[in-house]
């Protein structure tokens, strides 16, 4: 998922530091699991993206990806629990959507955490070495 319309990361990446040259580092944490089944910054993100928008095809669009490839990602989620991350209603005269589920929004929150404890361990380890880092 590495196209997005603002061609950069994502908004919800914090940088390692407030300053310096760390500021402009950040961790992209993912997560394998067996049959090379992932749950990525991406995946997150669109997960994020539905919630947000009601909508797997609107989520995509905000993304900059196609609605197949949206969907594609979310089945291959789907596949690696047996609860359900969302729900999803057809579309049609009534319109449709789609809904994290209690769990799909705990497995978000969860994942964000992981994130945010990587980044610090990361900022931690790495605060000695800033000063001999190039500026770039």
């Not at 950069?8 to 067996?34: Q, W």
């Not at 769990?103 to 900022?123: C, K, M, N």
Request: proline letters at 4%; aromatic letters at 6%; glycine letters at 12%.
């Amino acid at each position: 998922m590495s196209r997005r319309k603002s061609g950069g990361s994502s908004p919800r990446r914090k940088p390692l530091a407030d300053h310096g040259p760390l500021s402009r580092a950040a961790v992209r944490l993912r997560i394998v699991f067996p049959a090379d089944r992932q749950i990525g910054p991406g995946k997150a993100d669109l997960l994020e993206a539905i919630g947000r928008t009601g909508s797997i095809s609107s989520a995509a669009r905000d993304l900059g990806m196609s609605y197949r490839r949206a969907w594609l990602l979310v089945d291959e989620l789907g596949k690696l629990f047996k609860r359900p991350l969302l729900t999803t209603a057809a579309g049609g005269a009534h319109g449709g959507g789609a809904a994290l589920t209690d769990f799909g929004r705990a497995l978000v929150a969860a994942y964000r955490r992981i994130e945010d404890r990587a980044a610090e361990a990361a900022r931690a380890e790495l605060v000695a070495f800033e000063s001999d880092l190039v500026d770039v």
